[in-house]
């Protein structure tokens, strides 16, 4: 099957994307299956997971285009004899082919999944509560490996209120036979119904269930492969969790299209990146991958027990939080001499709302890292200098999507250079928000005001995002959340600015585990500064470090910290995807 030629069917002469209105992603799944089918395709391997449960080894399990559609149809097969039409489906599993098969059965249903997580992950129970309170589910999804713990976290609620919950590893193949395509009339065409409620991390708000659609994310998916300019044949590696939007359309993309994919747990990754690392380096096809910016620091710190070769990896995009510097130089000195491309890292910038991606690197000048003065940064605008703040650019904005950087207050578009919030507009945004009227106009239904350049839509279908940016030299870069912004004496600074500061401070601190937050002072905020100590280091080195500390953030950043705290290991809040959760941490602070 030629995919350039089934994916370009979706663009017309301009470029534009336009949709089919009966388009769903189950449809367009099943109709490239029969494509492959009928090419005698259906034994070709296109999954592979591995379970590091029992072996350090790990156990390599298979399966072909034909497998994985049998699975996902009896697993679709199941939900409609249990639910309704538009029920959403929660999944609360690990990473595992099941998780995979229930998504996607989930579509083929003609339900609504809700990727979530296995209930044993510590420190987010609440998280899961809220969501679960939230999105109602008829029905659970899960695996034998998460099946227990799914029934005890429900245990609590009545028989008669409790949602369904099936295992989908003890789902037959025959059942496959009985999926019948989604039959009824939805008030809307199909390709703007409900494919997946993406719930936040909660990490700066409540839970929020993001409503996407068939259009929202076949429109991503269709951006995604024209901007990056996917090479064929391709093999996906990744250990992202399957509950986060970044794992989990990933995910979507490379099954529906019936590529290479090749996955583990993120546990699996962090006690041991190398995993990772010889999956990437082994087997055949252009690599392609997606990571957050920790596992570059992570994989550079590794003592590699061989040497391997990186010269197929040709798509590393990395995302997910703020990339830095530090992160992409020591990876790519580590591995360059292992025939890593410098150009097949392509930092990122994407988020829920605009189903996965917004911006990536598009020129051949990547990964691309800035330096600017920091009191320029402090004024909202951009400065060049040779030692300064570095921040790395994300490239470019996806091919049939627009991005302007506006003023937040009068929602006039800046020009380039100057910071601002961050907006977009494409058919890739979000439907909105579940049950939030206000919230989903505030995000998604804004109109530009004043403008710079031509051709930008006048209609208020603009999506804010909440992130300050600034384009500089044609390239994205991302300075900081609107809303975590730490103004003290009337100066701006960004949390992720100083955290990096802390980070190198000193060696007590462990790497990437730092929170930065203000406080209402009398007159005016107040700088806290959280640090995880770092897994072999002792308390009684604590005190050096918090010297160490408020001496290097004065000296760096002219601000000096009200309080800065040295914590255990893992006890800063962090959001169910991993990342440092700002708000809970600066509540939690307030509150002790």
Not at 576 to 586: E, P
Request: hydrophobic share 40%; aromatic share 6%; with cysteine.
């Amino acid at each position: 099957m030629d995919i350039q030629a089934a994916m370009g069917r979706f663009f017309d002469e301009q470029g534009n994307i336009a949709l089919p209105p009966e388009l769903t992603l189950a449809a367009l799944s099943e109709i490239l299956f029969q494509m492959d089918l009928a090419a005698g395709q259906g034994d070709r391997h296109c999954m592979r997971f591995w379970d590091y449960s029992s072996s350090r080894e790990g156990e390599a399990i298979d399966f072909t285009r034909q497998q994985i559609n049998t699975r996902i149809k009896a697993v679709a097969a199941r939900l409609q004899q249990t639910a309704q039409p538009g029920d959403r489906i929660a999944i609360l599993a690990n990473n595992s082919p099941e998780y995979i098969f229930s998504f996607m059965g989930s579509m083929y249903a003609g339900m609504t999944p809700v990727p979530l997580y296995d209930p044993t992950e510590p420190g987010h129970a609440d998280h899961l509560n809220a969501v679960i309170g939230d999105a109602q589910p008829s029905v659970v999804l899960t695996n034998s490996t998460s099946a227990a713990a799914t029934r005890k976290f429900f245990a609590a609620i009545p028989g008669t209120q409790r949602p369904r919950i099936l295992s989908v590893d003890a789902l037959p193949d025959s059942l496959a036979t009985q999926w019948q395509q989604p039959q009824g009339a939805p008030k809307a065409d199909p390709v703007d119904t409900p494919a997946l409620l993406q719930y936040t991390s909660g990490s700066t708000r409540t839970p929020a269930g993001v409503i996407l659609t068939h259009r929202s994310v076949i429109t991503n998916v269709l951006q995604i492969f024209r901007s990056i300019q996917i090479q064929m044949p391709l093999r996906m590696v990744t250990w992202l969790p399957l509950h986060h939007d970044m794992g989990i359309i990933t995910a979507a993309l490379v099954n529906v299209l019936g590529m290479q994919y090749e996955f583990m747990s993120p546990r699996d990754f962090i006690q041991q990146p190398e995993r990772w690392l010889r999956q990437l380096a082994e087997g055949e096809g252009n690599v392609y991958t997606a990571i957050p910016n920790f596992a570059l620091e992570m994989s550079a710190r590794v003592e590699t027990s061989k040497s391997y070769d990186f010269s197929k990896v040709i798509g590393l995009i990395v995302g997910s939080e703020p990339v830095t510097e530090k992160a992409v130089e020591n990876f790519l000195e580590k591995f360059e001499p292992m025939g890593l491309d410098r150009q097949a890292l392509r930092p990122s910038y994407g988020l829920a709302e605009a189903s996965l991606l917004v911006s990536t690197p598009q020129t051949e000048h990547r990964p691309r890292i800035t330096h600017f003065d920091r009191e320029a940064l402090a004024e909202n605008r951009a400065e060049v200098v040779e030692q300064g703040v570095p921040l790395v650019g994300v490239g470019q904005v996806v091919n049939a999507q627009k991005m302007v950087v506006v003023d937040p207050e009068t929602r006039k578009e800046l020009p380039e250079g100057q910071i601002g919030e961050l907006w977009a507009h494409g058919g890739n945004m979000a439907a909105g928000y579940l049950g939030r009227e206000a919230e989903t106009q505030e995000t998604f239904r804004n109109t530009l005001g004043e403008r710079l350049s031509d051709g930008l839509p006048e209609d208020d279908f603009w999506m804010a995002t909440g992130d300050l940016a600034m384009i500089v030299d044609g390239e994205l870069y991302i300075t900081g959340r609107l809303k975590d912004l730490i103004i003290v004496a009337g100066r701006n600074h960004y949390p992720q600015d100083i955290e990096y500061t802390v980070d190198h401070a000193s060696e007590q601190v462990r790497p990437y585990a730092v929170a930065a937050f203000a406080i209402e002072g009398d007159d005016v905020e107040k700088l806290i500064i959280l640090a995880e100590r770092d897994l072999d280091k002792d308390p009684s080195g604590d005190e050096a470090a918090i010297e160490a500390i408020r001496a290097a953030v004065t000296e760096a950043h002219g601000v000096q910290p009200e309080d800065i705290r040295i914590m255990g290991p893992d006890e800063i809040a962090r959001s169910s995807s991993g990342k440092i959760a700002r708000r809970v941490a600066k509540k939690r602070y307030l509150s002790s």
